[in-house]
Nanobody, 116 residues
Framework: QVQLVESGGGLVQAGGSLRLSCAAS????????MGWYRQAPGKQRELVAA???????NYGDSVKGRFTISRDNAKNTMYLQMNSLKPEDTAVYYC??????????WGQGTQVTVSS
């Protein structure tokens, strides 16, 4: 099993920045990929960014050029640096870890609110 704990959410004005962290524990050696997803009220959960074990990254179209995902394997921690935040970025952000086919874990989520 893998446990994921997010931190770093909060309230920020439009144009500001936040950095989210996701600390992983447990069977971290089995993690193949990690990612950030978000879900706004009344909307489906969507991919924000993902990073594989070899460092390849993938971003949702709405955050390209503004958000940066990174992973510190020594600390078993993943980060999401969010710059130029917009009100439409307001959502609960979830950390995700994929261990294999149909085997994944989720964090409890952290709220990000961007005021206009």
């Amino acid at each position: 099993q893998v446990q994921l704990v997010e931190s770093g959410g909060g309230l920020v004005q439009a144009g500001g920045s936040l950095r989210l962290s996701c600390a992983a524990s447990g069977s971290v050696f089995s993690i193949k990929g990690m990612g950030w997803y978000r879900q706004a009220p009344g909307k489906q959960r969507e991919l924000v960014a993902a990073v594989t074990s070899n460092g390849s990254t993938n971003y949702g179209d709405s955050v390209k050029g503004r958000f940066t995902i990174s992973r510190d394997n020594a600390k078993n921690t993943m980060y999401l640096q969010m710059n130029s935040l917009k009100p439409e970025d307001t959502a609960v952000y979830y950390c995700n870890a994929v261990l294999g086919f149909h085997l994944e874990y989720w964090g409890q989520g952290t709220q990000v609110t961007v005021s206009s």
